[in-house]
């Protein structure tokens, strides 16, 4: 059973700093291409940055030079490490794997900038 579970999400300030992670199970982590998208209320689903297997990271024009993905293959782990976030950044943050045609989803973790 392949399981993706995100955490780290909560409540920070305009300007402050979240690192969110992604545990990955019942796949094998390093042959995935890894993403984080986010989902606002009454907005689509975006993506926000992805690490290939290749360690290529493209980012998204809006999180660039303030976001850092991650991954360590050891443990399974993804990461995104967030600097000054902004309020339009509220959303559900989502893990992703992606291998050839098939993919997975992880449950989201709730990330609310507000002061």
């Known amino acids: 059973q392949v399981r993706l579970v995100e955490s780290g999400g909560g409540l920070v300030q305009p300007g402050g700093s979240l690192r969110l992670s992604c545990v990955a199970s019942g796949i094998t982590f390093n042959m995935y291409d890894m993403s984080w998208y986010r989902q606002a209320p009454g907005k689509q689903r975006e993506l926000v940055a992805t690490i290939t297997t290749s360690q290529s990271t493209p980012y998204a024009d809006s999180v660039r030079g303030r976001f850092i993905i991650s991954r360590d293959n050891a443990k399974s782990t993804l990461y995104l490490h967030m600097d000054d976030l902004k309020p339009e950044e509220t959303a559900v943050y989502y893990c992703?794997?992606?291998w050839g045609i098939g993919g997975y989803w992880g449950q989201g973790t709730q990330v609310t900038v507000s002061s």
């Open positions: 992703n794997a992606v």
